[in-house]
């Protein structure tokens, strides 16, 4: 996809309050909203334009994804040619890895929040809150009440004003 090189203020006000989320409380945010409200593009701004010292991955997870095809993808992109044992959980292998080299700070980006299985929500979770380095995932999804302890920001459809000069601009 295009990146635009504009954002409308309310969506920019809402990449600094999710920046803020994360440096101040919370280390895990699900973006909430029904398609087509611009929450990939919220994530595609984070990947872009924030957290530059930061190890990024972002994953577009898909009905077919297996929990072990995720959990490579995360590591793949975070740590340099992991080793990574599949009999283990995600935060197992985020552990072990970290102990052998260090990542840096990360920030985890998924696309396609739904179809993360319960027990990756749940891991995903314990990550947050218990991980060695600074770890911020922010996941896109429809499902409330997915992720226990996570912020949940819930995306607002446009303004008319905003609608407006977002077609302005194409």
């Known amino acids: 996809t295009l990146m635009q090189s504009q954002i409308l203020p309310s969506r920019s006000a809402l990449v600094d309050r999710i920046a803020l989320q ?74 072990q890895l970290v102990k052998s080299q260090n990542c840096g700070p990360c920030l985890w980006v998924l696309d396609g929040g739904r179809h993360i299985s319960d027990e990756m929500a749940a891991d995903l979770a314990i990550l947050a809150k218990k991980s060695p380095t600074t770890l911020y995932i922010l996941v896109a999804s429809q499902s409330v009440g997915q992720f226990s302890d996570a912020v949940e920001i819930h995306l607002e459809a446009l303004s008319i004003a905003e609608s407006k000069q977002l077609m302005g601009w194409y």
């Open 22 to 95: 994360f440096e101040y409380v919370q280390n895990l945010i699900t973006l909430l909203g029904p398609s087509g409200l611009g929450k990939s593009y919220l994530l595609e701004t984070f990947i872009t334009d924030k957290y530059n010292d930061f190890n990024k991955a972002f994953v577009q997870v898909s009905a077919r994804m297996t929990d072990a095809q995720l959990m490579s993808e995360l590591l793949e992109q975070s740590f340099r040619a992991p080793l990574i044992d599949q009999t283990l959980s995600l935060s197992d292998n985020f552990f």
